[in-house]
Nanobody
Framework: QVHVVESGGGLVQSGGSLRLACAAS????????MSWFRQAPGKEREGIAC????????YYSDSVKGRFTISRIYEDNRVYLQMSSLNAEDTAVYYC???????????????????????WGQGTRVTVSS
């Protein structure tokens, strides 16, 4: 049974850093495209980062590019989101999502749309205080 659980959220001061983790069970993170999304209060869900399984591509939204880094550690069977230079606009619930197709890669167009993802975690909340 495919399952992902996010962790690492919390309260951080503006300018600070956090690392989120997405722990996978029932599958290997090495073989599936995985993304991070977030949803801020009163706003639509936003795709912020995607890591492919086999073509080496990584994508970021403009809102986080240069500040966030997505990575995968096979031995941990986790995907991470390292976040730095956080600001109040980063306050949101962060979700991990899995493209359920074996050896899937991030779609160069549309990776940030939730349509392509089959499995989602429950989210972890990040609050950035100014």
């Amino acid at each position: 049974q495919v399952h992902v659980v996010e962790s690492g959220g919390g309260l951080v001061q503006s300018g600070g850093s956090l690392r989120l983790a997405c722990a996978a069970s029932g599958f290997s993170v090495d073989y599936y495209a995985m993304s991070w999304f977030r949803q801020a209060p009163g706003k639509e869900r936003e795709g912020i980062a995607c890591i492919s399984s086999s073509d080496g591509n990584v994508y970021y939204s403009d809102s986080v590019k240069g500040r966030f880094t997505i990575s995968r550690i096979y031995e941990d069977n986790r995907v991470y989101l390292q976040m730095s230079s956080l600001n109040a606009e980063d306050t949101a619930v962060y979700y991990c999502a899995v493209d359920g197709s074996f050896r899937s890669n991030c779609r160069s167009v549309g990776w940030a749309s939730g349509t392509w993802y089959d499995y989602w975690g429950q989210g972890t909340r990040v609050t950035v205080s100014s």
